[in-house]
T-cell receptor, first 116, second 115 residues
Framework: GAGVSQSPSNKVTEKGKDVELRCDPISGHTALYWYRQSLGQGLEFLIYFQGNSAPDKSGLPSDRFSAERTGGSVSTLTIQRTQQEDSAVYLC??????????????FGPGTRLTVT | AQKITQTQPGMFVQEKEAVTLDCTYDTSDPSYGLFWYKQPSSGEMIFLIYQGSYDQQNATEGRYSLNFQKARKSANLVISASQLGDSAMYFCAMREGGTASKLTFGTGTRLQVTL
């Protein structure tokens, strides 16, 4: 079946502009995660959704970052007033949640964001 | 303290040889999971193998096995019969507690397979 998809694959934006990154998880995966990968910081967790609610937003670096998920499916990560330090690859992942089992997370191809 | 430590920034291995990538972890949660992911130069993160904290046996998936030593808090990845296509970054990650909680990643090991 289809994997996790993300769009756009690349985004170049000017400092101060807002950007929206989209993630479409694997069908049936109720858990959705956003991570950020940058040279200086490695792979960092941003936010986790279970269905449409976000029980863990602890990784969002500032109030310029927000995310939502609708219909238990597609999620959008929004960065307002982008800064150069926001340049990174933004990765989305989804996983199955069933009973008490721990399931692996499947990652999308990422969105490379460059803030000029 | 780092939750996941990968001390080998880079490793070389000859084709067809086995290689061990090190990973140590730190947690006080009795319920946790350990994961290894591969990231080729194309950038996608590929799930390789999973070990649960209560699993009695070491996990194996094809040429990948996880050497889980709970008392030492280590979860090393062993790749047998290395292939050129195994050249990539390898990340160890941990999930603590809840069934769907976040992954915490190590800094990764870049593996280069040579002829």
């Amino acid at each position: 079946g289809a994997g996790v998809s993300q769009s756009p694959s690349n985004k170049v934006t000017e400092k101060g502009k807002d950007v929206e990154l989209r993630c479409d998880p694997i069908s049936g995966h109720t858990a959705l995660y956003w991570y950020r990968q940058s040279l200086g910081q490695g792979l960092e967790f941003l936010i986790y959704f279970q269905g449409n609610s976000a029980p863990d937003k602890s990784g969002l670096p500032s109030d310029r970052f927000s995310a939502e998920r609708t219909g238990g499916s597609v999620s959008t990560l929004t960065i307002q007033r982008t800064q150069q330090e926001d340049s990174a690859v933004y990765l989305c992942a989804s996983s199955l949640v069933s009973g008490g089992a721990l399931y692996e997370q499947y990652f999308g191809p990422g969105t490379r964001l460059t803030v000029t | 303290a780092q939750k996941i430590t990968q001390t080998q920034p880079g490793m070389f291995v000859q084709e067809k040889e086995a290689v061990t990538l090190d990973c140590t972890y730190d947690t006080s949660d009795p319920s946790y999971g350990l994961f290894w992911y591969k990231q080729p130069s194309s950038g996608e993160m590929i799930f390789l193998i999973y070990q649960g904290s209560y699993d009695q046996q070491n996990a194996t998936e094809g040429r990948y096995s996880l050497n889980f030593q709970k008392a030492r808090k280590s979860a090393n990845l062993v790749i047998s019969a290395s292939q050129l296509g195994d050249s990539a970054m390898y990340f160890c990650a941990m999930r603590e507690g809840g069934t769907a909680s976040k992954l915490t990643f190590g800094t990764g090991t870049r593996l280069q397979v040579t002829l």
